[in-house]
């Protein structure tokens, strides 16, 4: 069953398309995070970018990556090399064989419609779609002045298919890549690499996709077909799914000298900066075999103490949850059991100065839904909101205090804050609703309202409102507050404005105890991500928006894209980077200063 390898995704450059692991889920070779893709009747009311189909040029030979040279080769990297996979007989004959069952799999599933959140004429059409690797490109062209202040490389990934999807996907599940732009001295650089996870090696060797999609596949019957395949190839030996299987496409993280990219479906992957502004994939990074399991894309660094606080989620057996922490210098805490009657699908956390703040949300995961025809992830409408309030430090989970907060699904927290004199804590996030609706053709308006959730400690009683005044109200989502206070009381969050979804039209400067809006509006058939805070300095004494906003930005008529850096005070434009080639909608972004970058691992 052949399929064009990433070099498709050079024919979205001159074909511009608009458009409208525990140790458990290891033994079964997949992580699955996928949500229910039960059909529901359609209605047109969705307010979202991505209705209609698109026609994708796919080119019918592939690339090589020798024709994408490497600026810097002084890296210490292990070396990768790529070639046809010598099987013995028998693997040849099993390979032959679960590639015919595949195409009869395939074959049928294409004699149904996929829905639109599954559909990869949808998900990837337009600027959604995926672009080659990008060798260092020096000296680009600047509108504006660069601040002299920013000296570093702002880094944001996103989700990059190397093959041409061959059945259901979803926009979360393309191959992580890197798009970096290093800034020095008001000059600028861009380079843009894939993240080579094992799960991507394997597959370039083997020169099409044979890892299931979390989303985009695993769903019912044909889902459980995928899986029963896949672990068929990894008992012939034809894939290892023992190295993981993740695609480290969601959060960056600088942490201990070392820039980590990260899924919540595996360890994260160290990622070397190069001299010349140059990505390299050093590998997967267990914190030097301190790390057994699987760590969600968006861990936390206390801005103050230094320490990385994270979590990790099992779908199959308990423990489903656990807390865990690094020193500075990356020493791992013991693990802390989490209880949780039901596996539970946690995208992001917070922390305040001592506490972590876990969300055990209604979606969730059963396994045993795809056996009936469903997904192993749904929504259940019967399951309790609540927080999970727990000191940092804590070596169990006996004194973790549980706050309900009913019909509360924050896909993603912007901050979290303690006030002892009313003994709450402050949480700050987006409430989505139709909670699965980033997921599933939902037959209501998506909504993303940006909240202040109250949790008191002592009556374990909660209130939440939204933050804008409903007449102002805009999908908000993706974005921050200034690091540099995280977890510590914030009066500014900075949120992609999410219209038309998923596109992001501007973003927002929002006042989070006056409810005030600010906003920045890309212009017309213009559309950026998440707006990146970086503050002028580490000095908490200066003011909270002292600093600027870095977000890329893509122009739809022009097919061209651009780094904008924005003071945050006043939402002045102060320099436009002109980028060397087309710049996908993405996830998550960090930067890197200069001077850590001196001591990079």
């Known amino acids: ?30 992580f699955p995070t996928s949500i229910s893709r039960k059909k529901r009747q359609p209605n047109n009311i969705i ?82 779609a995926p672009v080659p690797e990008q060798p260092v490109k020096q000296s680009l062209p600047i509108t504006g002045t660069i601040p002299s202040c920013i000296s570093g ?34 000059n600028a650089s861009y380079a843009c690499r894939f993240t080579e996870t ?22 019912g019957h044909s889902g459980i077909a995928r899986l029963l395949l896949f672990y068929a190839r990894g008992l012939f030996g034809l ?28 360890l994260p992957y160290h990622v070397r900066i190069t001299a010349s502004g140059d990505l390299e994939t050093v590998g997967r990074y267990n914190f030097d075999d301190q790390l057994k399991s699987t760590m969600i894309a968006h861990p936390k660094i206390d801005p103050f103490s230094k320490e990385l606080f994270a979590l990790s989620y099992d779908v199959v057996q308990k423990p489903y949850l656990k807390y865990f922490r690094f020193s500075p210098d990356g020493r791992k805490s013991p693990d802390v059991e989490i209880p949780l009657t039901v596996p539970t699908m946690m995208h992001d956390f917070a922390i305040t100065e001592n506490f ?40 169990d989970s006996k004194d973790v205090i549980w706050v309900e907060s009913p019909d509360t699904f924050c896909f993603h927290l912007w901050n979290a804050w303690e006030e002892p004199e009313s003994d709450e804590v402050v949480v700050i ?14 037959d209501e308006s998506l909504k993303s309202v940006l909240s202040e959730i109250r949790l008191n400690l002592k009556t374990g009683e909660s209130t939440r409102r939204s933050i804008i005044l409903e007449s102002d109200q805009v999908n908000l989502e993706a974005g921050m507050v200034n690091r540099n206070r995280l977890g510590r009381k914030t009066r500014y969050a900075y949120l992609a404005i999410a219209e038309p979804w998923p596109k992001v039209s501007g973003f927002a400067k929002v006042d989070l105890f006056t409810g005030e809006v600010k906003k920045h509006i890309y212009g017309d058939r213009r559309y950026g991500g998440e707006p990146f805070f970086l503050p002028q300095d580490d000095n908490c004494e200066s003011a909270e928006d002292d600093g600027y906003i870095l977000s890329f930005v893509h122009d ?46």
């Not at 195409?103 to 639109?116: D, G, I, N, T």
């Not at 960056?252 to 980590?260: C, H």
């Open 239 to 266: 894939v290892d799914h023992k190295q993981g299987t993740g695609i480290a496409n969601a959060g960056l993280v600088y942490f201990n000298n070392r820039l980590l990219a990260m899924s919540e479906d595996d």
């Open 1 to 30: 069953m052949a399929s064009s390898t990433g070099n498709w995704a050079k024919a979205q450059i001159s074909h511009p398309l608009s458009s409208s692991s525990s140790s458990s889920t290891v033994d079964l070779g997949f």
């Open 47 to 128: 307010h979202s970018a991505l209705h209609s189909r698109s026609v994708l040029h796919f080119p019918k030979q592939p690339y090589e990556n020798d024709m994408i040279p490497r600026e810097d080769t002084s890296v210490n990297v292990k070396p990768k090399t790529h070639h046809q996979p010598q099987w013995n007989l028998l693997q040849r004959t099993a390979a032959m064989a679960f590639d015919m069952a595949e195409s009869a799999l395939v074959s049928r599933e294409r004699q149904h419609p996929l829905p639109k959140t599954a559909d990869p004429l949808v998900q990837i059409s337009g600027n959604f």
């Open 556 to 601: 739809e008529k022009t097919w061209k894209s651009e780094l904008q850096i924005l003071n945050a005070m006043n939402l002045h434009l102060e320099a436009s980077i002109k980028l060397p080639s087309r710049v996908p909608y993405g996830f998550h972004g960090t930067f890197i200063d200069a001077k850590a970058l001196v001591n990079q691992a």
């Open 356 to 395: 972590v703040v876990i969300p055990d949300q209604p979606v969730v995961f059963k396994l045993q839904e795809m056996i009936t025809g469903g997904s192993p992830v749904i929504y259940d409408k019967n399951k309790k909101s609540q927080f999970g309030i727990l000191s940092k430090n804590a070596s």
């Open 153 to 186: 490389v702002y880094l944001r990934n996103g989700a990059n298919p190397l093959f041409e999807p061959v059945a259901g996907h979803h926009l979360f599940d393309g191959d992580g890549m890197v798009h970096a732009v290093s800034i020095d001295n008001g």
């Open 429 to 442: 996030g987006s409430c989505m609703t139709p909670p699965d609706s980033i997921f599933n053709e939902c």
């Open 198 to 219: 094992q799960r991507l090696l394997q597959e370039k060797e083997l020169g099409r996709p044979v890892f299931p999609k979390a989303i985009g596949e695993l769903h």
